[in-house]
């Protein structure tokens, strides 16, 4: 499921529905995965990202997954705040934006045993506490008291975005590599770039972890990275 919720700067549109391609060419994910968007480009083709919406498709998850089997990735992407709230806006609509606390009760309510949660936005690490488990794995783009970088609407991806989903898992690294060296090339693009870090943010539980390294079959430890990322850009 790919969430970009802030309506007035394309750049998260493009992102998550990059990331939406990228996860249907190396975890054959079509026809079991869905983008909810907030933008004009997209508002007659794509479902709204608004909480309300994310909550009915996770509940409809919840009913359709093996609970034993099926992994949930979710990826979220837009502005966040000092106090850990991801933007969810589409004006002149009235919408709620997303806490940690109540994104954790939507997927508990949803009784999605097996999570992948990726949150793309400024300050974004303060939703790790009330997400991290042995069931899950939680990634963001900073840490709970830091910015991100690549959120003006010119951009075509967030750093972290490009980072993850075009570096590494669109170039055929598996996920939890591609979660890894997402950090590590963020701290170095930042470094480079005179920026204060914005210290990526990552929880892999431990029964997520053997979970995820048991069942990748060899197609999901290597890949044919041109063909994944000819793929992506077609």
Not at 3 to 30: L, P, Q
Not at 223 to 228: L, T
């Amino acid at each position: 499921v790919s969430f970009g919720s802030y309506a007035f700067e394309d750049v998260f549109m493009k992102e998550v529905r990059y990331a939406h391609r990228t996860m249907e060419a190396r975890f054959d994910t079509r026809g079991h995965s869905l983008q909810l968007v907030n933008n004009l480009q997209t508002r007659d083709e794509l479902p709204l990202a608004t909480a309300t919406n994310l909550r009915v498709v996770l509940n409809h998850l919840g009913q359709s997954m093996d609970s034993d089997e099926d992994v949930l990735m979710l990826y979220l992407s837009s502005h966040g705040s000092e106090q850990h709230e991801l933007a969810v806006n589409f004006w002149p609509l009235p919408l709620n934006d997303i806490t940690p606390q109540g994104l954790r009760e939507m997927l508990d309510a949803a009784g999605i045993r097996w999570r992948v949660i990726v949150v793309s936005a400024c300050y974004s690490g303060g939703f790790i506490d009330a997400l991290r488990d042995e069931q899950t794995v939680i990634a963001t783009a900073a840490a709970k008291d830091r910015q991100s970088f690549g959120c003006s609407n010119e951009d075509d991806f967030t750093y972290y975005g490009e980072a993850l989903f075009r570096d590494a898992l669109g170039r055929g690294m598996p996920l939890l590599k591609a979660l890894r060296q997402a950090r590590e090339t963020i701290h170095a693009r930042e470094q480079r770039e005179a920026l204060e870090h914005s210290l990526p943010q990552l929880h892999i539980g431990k029964r997520i972890e053997q979970m995820l390294e048991e069942r990748a079959g060899p197609e999901l430890i290597e890949c044919d990275a041109e063909k994944v990322t000819a793929a992506v850009e077609c």
